[in-house]
């Protein structure tokens, strides 16, 4: 598996469970099926995006800091369209993306060199 | 006429030079004894370079090792027999010390197993090659690698060591290892680093005797409160049973690796506790961060309450 479709998995995954918190906001439960596929197709492209840096890039600290601000930036995105929750939607979005950074960082094959 | 003592000496040293007529080296001197044969130094009139000459009473040693090609085995250049009818081969000159002198820069308080040996060297007076008090525990366990490697590979071409001790160990120096006298049959091996099973005259053996020499030369190297992996690990390399020992010298150099990778090893298999703590240790990176994620969550839960 290689570090684009690792980010994309791991991506998927983890905005699909940041989604799944919002349960536990009472205001926005009429909206979680559309809160799940959102978040998730954010932890996607947070995820492609950190794996394409990864091949590129392979420091462990600046693939944090690359996905954490693409995380915000997608959770600020999002948080503008609803005009509201500004902080339960980027706060998190910019922790789940520094996990998304670590693991495209760590797990993955990396691209292969020709010589 | 009554001959000093350093007279008598002298001529008994003479005595025993090998006579090196006929053949393409000159002799400069002794420059060490193992347990099967002498080793001089010489010149290669040929090459003009110089050499080590091994005198032996048989030819098998000049075999084995000229079958062995490996970075870690003393090349041999040439072998034959001298007008006296015993059998020398010339080697690679190795400037360096014995694996014991290597370390007796160091004193280790409490050291397990430390014999006390007579130096060895193989070419003129070296230097000691590193700074007092600097072999470090990763040197260490290098040095031991790579003497496990040349003893693996000879077990690829059905060859064993047979007396693998400090003595038998040069470190060079630019830090490259060679291990020396390789053993033939009917070698005892030396008491502290041999098996039990080969003071059996006439015991067939295998390599799991180089696997407790090996142990044993480890817990050689290990320092005074060395980590117990370490320790388990040459306590397993040394168990008296063979089929209690590591079964092969990949092995041994398998857990060794997995020591120094901060992976649990195989002579001492983790508690859970443990193998939580190497875990936490190992993703303590990914762990913050998930930490993170959750108080993040719970400072918002709580946020909104207020």
């Given at each position: 598996m290689n570090k684009i479709v690792t980010g994309i998995v791991f991506g998927a995954l983890l905005g699909f469970l940041d989604g799944a918190t919002a349960w536990f906001t009472p205001d926005v439960r009429s909206m979680m099926q559309s809160i799940?596929?959102?978040?998730?197709?954010?932890?996607?492209?947070?995820?492609?995006?950190?794996?394409?840096?990864?091949?590129?890039?392979?420091?462990?600290?600046?693939?944090?800091?690359?996905?954490?601000?693409?995380?915000?930036?997608?959770?600020?995105?999002?948080?503008?369209?609803?005009?509201?929750?500004?902080?339960?939607?980027?706060?998190?979005?910019?922790?789940?993306?520094?996990?998304?950074?670590?693991?495209?960082?760590?797990?993955?094959?990396?691209?292969k060199q020709t010589v | 006429m009554e001959l000093s003592d350093s007279v008598v000496r002298h001529l008994r040293a003479v005595v025993d030079l090998p006579d090196l007529s006929g053949t393409r080296y000159e002799l400069e001197g002794e420059i060490g004894r193992g347990g099967l044969g002498v080793v001089y130094a010489a010149v290669d009139r040929q090459l003009g370079r110089r050499v080590a000459i091994k005198v032996l009473d048989g030819e098998e040693e000049a075999r084995v090792i000229a079958g062995l090609e490996h970075p870690a085995i003393v090349p041999v250049y040439d072998a034959g027999v001298l007008p006296d009818g015993r059998a020398y081969y010339a080697m690679k000159l190795?400037?360096?010390?014995?694996?014991?002198?290597?370390?007796?820069?160091?004193?280790?308080?409490?050291?397990?197993?430390?014999?006390?040996?007579?130096?060895?060297?193989?070419?003129a007076a070296a230097p000691s090659?590193?700074?007092?008090?600097?072999?470090?525990?990763?040197?260490?366990?290098?040095?031991?690698?790579?003497?496990?490697?040349?003893?693996?590979?000879?077990?690829?071409?059905?060859?064993?060591?047979?007396?693998?001790?400090?003595?038998?160990?040069?470190?060079?120096?630019?830090?490259?290892?060679?291990?020396?006298?390789?053993?033939?049959?009917?070698?005892?091996?030396?008491?502290?680093?041999?098996?039990?099973?080969?003071?059996?005259?006439?015991a067939a053996l295998d390599q799991r005797a180089d696997v407790y020499a090996l142990g044993a030369l480890l817990q050689f190297l290990l320092p005074a409160g060395a980590p117990h992996p370490?320790?388990?690990?040459?306590?397993?390399?040394?168990?008296?049973?063979?089929?209690?020992?590591?079964?092969?010298?990949?092995?041994?150099?398998?857990?060794?690796?997995?020591?120094?990778d901060g992976l649990a090893v195989a002579a001492c298999p983790d508690t859970w506790w443990q193998q939580t703590r190497r875990f936490a240790v190992r993703n303590q990176v990914l762990l913050l961060l998930l930490a993170a994620f959750v108080v993040v969550k719970f400072f918002l839960f709580f946020l909104r309450w207020l």
């Amino acid at each position: 598996m290689n570090k684009i479709v690792t980010g994309i998995v791991f991506g998927a995954l983890l905005g699909f469970l940041d989604g799944a918190t919002a349960w536990f906001t009472p205001d926005v439960r009429s909206m979680m099926q559309s809160i799940l596929v959102g978040s998730s197709i954010k932890g996607l492209l947070v995820g492609l995006l950190s794996g394409w840096f990864a091949r590129k890039v392979n420091s462990m600290k600046w693939g944090i800091v690359f996905a954490s601000t693409l995380g915000l930036l997608f959770a600020f995105g999002v948080a503008l369209m609803q005009k509201d929750h500004y902080l339960e939607i980027m706060l998190p979005g910019f922790v789940t993306g520094a996990i998304i950074g670590f693991l495209t960082q760590r797990a993955g094959a990396p691209s292969k060199q020709t010589v | 006429m009554e001959l000093s003592d350093s007279v008598v000496r002298h001529l008994r040293a003479v005595v025993d030079l090998p006579d090196l007529s006929g053949t393409r080296y000159e002799l400069e001197g002794e420059i060490g004894r193992g347990g099967l044969g002498v080793v001089y130094a010489a010149v290669d009139r040929q090459l003009g370079r110089r050499v080590a000459i091994k005198v032996l009473d048989g030819e098998e040693e000049a075999r084995v090792i000229a079958g062995l090609e490996h970075p870690a085995i003393v090349p041999v250049y040439d072998a034959g027999v001298l007008p006296d009818g015993r059998a020398y081969y010339a080697m690679k000159l190795v400037s360096g010390e014995g694996l014991d002198r290597y370390l007796r820069a160091q004193p280790q308080a409490g050291r397990q197993g430390a014999p006390a040996a007579a130096a060895r060297s193989t070419g003129a007076a070296a230097p000691s090659i590193h700074p007092a008090g600097e072999v470090s525990l990763s040197e260490r366990l290098r040095l031991l690698q790579r003497v496990g490697e040349a003893v693996a590979f000879a077990h690829t071409r059905g060859v064993l060591h047979r007396d693998l001790k400090p003595q038998n160990v040069m470190v060079g120096s630019f830090g490259e290892v060679y291990v020396m006298d390789w053993g033939v049959e009917g070698v005892a091996g030396t008491p502290q680093f041999r098996a039990p099973e080969q003071a059996a005259a006439g015991a067939a053996l295998d390599q799991r005797a180089d696997v407790y020499a090996l142990g044993a030369l480890l817990q050689f190297l290990l320092p005074a409160g060395a980590p117990h992996p370490l320790r388990a690990i040459a306590a397993k390399a040394m168990a008296a049973d063979p089929g209690g020992r590591y079964t092969d010298v990949p092995a041994l150099l398998l857990d060794l690796q997995r020591f120094q990778d901060g992976l649990a090893v195989a002579a001492c298999p983790d508690t859970w506790w443990q193998q939580t703590r190497r875990f936490a240790v190992r993703n303590q990176v990914l762990l913050l961060l998930l930490a993170a994620f959750v108080v993040v969550k719970f400072f918002l839960f709580f946020l909104r309450w207020l």
